[in-house]
């Protein structure tokens, strides 16, 4: 009874939450649409119309294949669940590998592998196609399946000692598995934020010091103004797969390190520079980043003592279509499920992540007024926002759940607003 229950909760939010951005998606191209023919009042002695209606497309372009992504999720969703691939995927490697931590390890290995091959056409026409279209796309075919063939064996060589312990923890340590977890989990989130910059990013990308020295003095002024140390200055061959430019530091502690695109640098001027890594430096000294890792460790601790309480409960898994097996561990089972039930269940929350994250991204953008220049800032996003091809004007329930950062016109008309009392300001002083 409480099995058929859960089936019918699960099938009912997912068609919620299929329905819902499937609407949020609709909303989303119309309004694009509708202000494709000309550029917001604000934006329009910057941004030439060209640019602004090449954004709606894409973007417009993007929203579609999202919302056909969705629809092949879904099924497979119900395919791997409801309609029994997962038990099938389970009894046939169960009798290949026994019912040891092998027959565990290889349904995770499995059905990672199986989702990737499902994705790996839209990974790839998003990329060569679309991308394409729209001359963001620089990498070639041959770097693009050097870099899944990258990240498939570090994948390997990191993800199966993690499971490893994991799934040792959730078998060996008791009813208290969760806590044990998330301390070990924690700790492993804590370790990659060191290790990253220095190993795992120089497999994918090249890393060179910042050799104008102009910039980098102008770099360092900021950086002894706000009080921040880092171990290097450094530019990275973004270019070699995108189009699209950034800036971001990344490391904990004594690693932490500055990362410029190049393109991001062939694209703006000093100040402009200044005034973007001002705002990630914000991130920085206004406990943002510090902040974001306690809230994701409080969530996490939530989920894992959650998994704890649903891989004891037989309704849990029959009511997603496997049947428990009696001879063999299911915790390996029990992630999975849980990994592809728990989307369903708390996209409808999306907005509240939204809401910190774009409070955040407004005191970075008046700490970076404060220590830099709010017009210069304002010149750089303008610039990012054409060669990104970011829309201007998103629909504003569509953004509330997808984006981390605010609407254009309204980030940037807080800044004006900075400008204009530091001018003010100035000339009353």
Known sequence: ?????????????????????????????????????QVPAEFAERIPLAAHQKAA??????????????VLNAIVLIGFTLFGG???????????????????????TAFALITSLIDLPFDYYKQFVLEEKFGFNKMSKGLFFGDMLKSTLLGAAIGLPLIWVMLMLMDKSGALWWLYAWIFWSGFQLLMMVIFPTWIAPLFNKFSPLEDDSLRARIEGLMQRVGFASKGLF????????????AYFSGFGASKRI?????????????EIEAVLAHELGHFKLKHIVKRICVMFIISLGFLALLGFLKQQVWFFTGLGVDPMLLASNDAMALILFMLSL?????ILSPLSSITSRKHEFEADAFAAKYSSADDLVAALVKLYEDNASTLTPDPLHSAFYDSHPPASVRIGKLQLSATAATTSGAIA
């Open 1 to 37: 009874m409480i099995s058929t229950a859960f089936s019918v909760l699960f099938v009912s939010f997912l068609l919620l939450t299929l329905v819902l951005q499937f609407w949020l998606g609709s909303r989303h191209i119309r309004h694009v649409l509708q202000h494709r023919a």
């Open 57 to 70: 497309d894409y973007t417009v372009a993007k929203t579609k294949l999202g919302m056909l992504m969705l």
């Open 86 to 108: 997962l038990q099938w995927l389970a009894v046939s490697l169960v009798k290949l590998s026994g019912p040891g931590m092998l027959y565990q390890l290889s349904l995770l």
């Open 235 to 246: 530019v990275m061959d973004g270019s070699k797969r995108s189009a699209h430019g950034n």
């Open 259 to 271: 990362v410029f695109f190049d393109t991001l640098l062939s694209r703006l001027s000093a100040p």
């Open 343 to 347: 989307p369903i269940f708390t996209f």
